[in-house]
T-cell receptor, first 112, second 114 residues
């Protein structure tokens, strides 16, 4: 069964303090790795899709990278408005169904 | 435009009520999804429609009844719910069901069952 593990569960940063979130996965044939940002009480907001090892994508202060076993979401000089839960998911199989297999998320808090 | 809309934003219902959640997308996507999300947990898949036909039912209790009237609309009919069904209900859509397609989520409906 496909699995996604995110670490750390929670991360507290000072404004401007760069860091990385990790997403490790086991999937039989990666068809896509997805990063979402979710604010409390709202739906996940799409950030990036990565398809192959070595691929990188950037958006403002965020950069996502992909290897054969894991993905990193690098946050450069974060601001308080970057505080959210970041979800990683892969297109995989779980319980016999093809679906998005999610990690449990990393809750990021950026203090001013 | 990658917008999925959901109504209502909030819903409070008693255990004997019948209500419906609505979802709409105008991206030409042919796959639509219902998810349930409890606090501090990732979204949990409930139903998948592909080309307006039910493709996946993740063993969801019959008190939840999905409907896809056309390629842009998705409904979730609720009847005789239990307090443990209180959650954030999310709709999503993607171009097709293929694994590599990005799913775009709506803002969700916060459901409270009294």
């Amino acid at each position: 069964e496909d699995q996604v593990t995110q670490s750390p569960e929670a991360l507290r940063l000072q404004e401007g303090e760069s860091s990385s979130l990790n997403c490790s996965y086991t999937v039989s044939g990666l068809r896509g790795l997805f990063w979402y940002r979710q604010d409390p009480g709202k739906g996940p907001e799409f950030l990036f899709t990565l398809y192959s090892a070595g691929e990188e994508k950037e958006k403002e202060r965020l950069k996502a990278t992909l290897t054969k076993k894991e993905s990193f979401l690098h946050i450069t000089a974060p601001k308080p408005e970057d505080s959210a839960t970041y979800l990683c998911a892969v297109g995989g199989t779980q319980g016999g169904s093809e679906k998005l297999v999610f990690g449990k998320g990393t809750k990021l808090t950026v203090n001013p | 435009d990658t917008e999925v809309t959901q109504t209502p934003k909030h819903l409070v219902m008693g255990m004997t009520n019948k209500k419906s959640l609505k979802c709409e997308q105008h991206m030409g996507h042919r796959a639509m999804y219902w998810y349930k999300q409890k606090a501090k947990k990732p979204p949990e898949l409930m139903f998948v429609y592909s080309y307006e036909k039910l493709s996946i039912n993740e063993s969801v209790p019959s008190r939840f009844s999905p409907e896809c009237p056309n390629s842009s609309l998705l409904n979730l009919h609720l009847h005789a719910l239990q307090p443990e069904d209180s959650a954030l209900y999310l709709c999503a859509s993607s171009q097709t069901l293929a694994r590599g397609n990005t799913q775009y989520f709506g803002p969700g409906t916060r459901l409270t069952v009294l």
